[in-house]
Nanobody
Framework: QVQLSETGGGFVQAGGSMRLSCAAS????????MAWFRQASGQEREFVAA????????KYADSVKDRLTISTDGAKNTVYLQMNNLKPADTAVYYC???????????????????WGQGIQVTVSS
């Protein structure tokens, strides 16, 4: 089972930037899609972004498109989430997730993901 560990969270002012990292314990060949989800206090966990390891363009939630960028570094088994122009509405616990099953599309539903990180807090102050 792939184990995921997020780093890079913390506090930032609105308009600032932050990069989250997620390190996977196993080779990237065991994961087909890597994604980021987030959960704000009192709300449901929601899809943020996902990237397939074997082709296709990254997918983003409309609320983060053009501000957040997901990328991978296969050599380090790591997926990143670069967050720019952050807003207070981006405040949440961010989770890294891995889909261990092949799919022709990029899943956005959390039920499609098999492995999860412990989550990391991101707080954006106004």
């Amino acid at each position: 089972q792939v184990q995921l560990s997020e780093t890079g969270g913390g506090f930032v002012q609105a308009g600032g930037s932050m990069r989250l990292s997620c390190a996977a314990s196993e080779s990237t060949f065991s994961t087909y899609t890597m994604a980021w989800f987030r959960q704000a206090s009192g709300q449901e966990r929601e899809f943020v972004a996902a990237i397939r390891r074997h082709g296709g363009s990254p997918k983003y939630a409309d609320s983060v498109k053009d501000r957040l960028t997901i990328s991978t570094d296969g050599a380090k088994n790591t997926v990143y989430l670069q967050m720019n122009n952050l807003k207070p509405a981006d405040t949440a616990v961010y989770y890294c997730a891995a889909d261990l099953n092949f799919s022709w599309t990029t899943p956005r539903s959390q039920s499609e993901y098999d492995a999860w990180g412990q989550g990391i807090q991101v707080t954006v102050s106004s």
